[in-house]
């Protein structure tokens, strides 16, 4: 089925500083879900995009979802330990996701 | 307030054992999913069901059996374990497949 692909696979921040996971698909994508996974633990759901443009923020955490609906984003601010983990996006499609193998984030104190 | 209940958390089995891996959810969603996590790869998804009776299969659907009898509850069967089934096993439930997934906090099952 239809995969997005993630970059980058790892991320090292320093904590304090910004960073951006992108999620890039060759065909227009109906939606965009965002998970995060902590380190020995299970995906949790973050945020589902919708609409062209659209653009959501949770605390010190910004999703996008392109114009043309092929790319997404997710922006973190001032990163802390506790982003620590991978993000997942993927598209829900026929009832179900399918999950690429998302980014995973490593902050250094 | 369980949200997704997976048992057992952890197992080992032998080549060749079965077992059944249940989930559980709470929530009167329609929708389950069972998926597989290997080591620093993302999930993929072995068998689905979209409501009480009925399953489907996934990506990986080989040496696995799925049966929803109850909508509360969706079993993921190994009817003859290889190492190759050795992986983290997740469940999730949806109240569309359309909408974001809950999901427990998974089986960590190995075979030797």
């Known amino acids: 089925g239809q995969q997005v692909m993630q970059i980058p696979q790892y991320q090292h921040v320093q904590e304090g500083e910004d960073f951006t996971t992108y999620c890039n698909s060759s065909?227009?994508?109906?939606?965009i879900q965002w998970y995060k996974q902590r380190p020995g633990g299970h995906p949790v759901f973050l945020i589902q995009l919708v609409k062209s443009g659209e653009v959501k923020k949770q605390k010190r955490l910004t999703f996008q979802f392109g114009e043309a609906k092929k790319n997404s984003s997710l922006h973190i601010t001032a990163t802390q330990t506790t982003d620590v983990g991978t993000y997942f996006c993927?598209?829900?499609?026929?009832?179900?996701?399918?999950f690429g193998g998302g980014t995973r984030v490593l902050v250094k104190p | 307030n369980a949200g997704v209940t997976q048992t057992p958390k952890f197992r080992v089995l032998k080549t060749g054992q079965s077992m059944t891996l249940l989930c559980a959810q709470d929530?009167?969603?329609?929708?389950m999913y069972w998926y597989r996590q290997d080591p620093g790869m993302g999930l993929r998804l072995i068998h689905y069901?979209?409501?009480?009776?009925?399953?489907a299969k996934g990506e990986v659907p080989d040496g696995y059996n799925v049966s929803r009898l109850k909508k509360q509850n969706f079993l993921l069967g190994l009817e003859s374990a290889a190492p190759s089934q050795t992986s983290v096993y997740f469940c999730?439930?949806?109240?569309?497949?359309?909408?974001?997934?809950?999901f427990g906090s998974g089986t960590r099952l190995t075979v030797v």
């Open positions: 999730a439930s949806s109240p569309t497949g359309g909408n974001g997934y809950t």
């Open positions: 065909t227009t994508l109906s939606n």
């Open positions: 929530m009167n969603h329609e929708y």
């Open positions: 993927t598209q829900a499609a026929g009832n179900k996701l399918t």
């Open positions: 069901s979209v409501g009480e009776g009925t399953t």
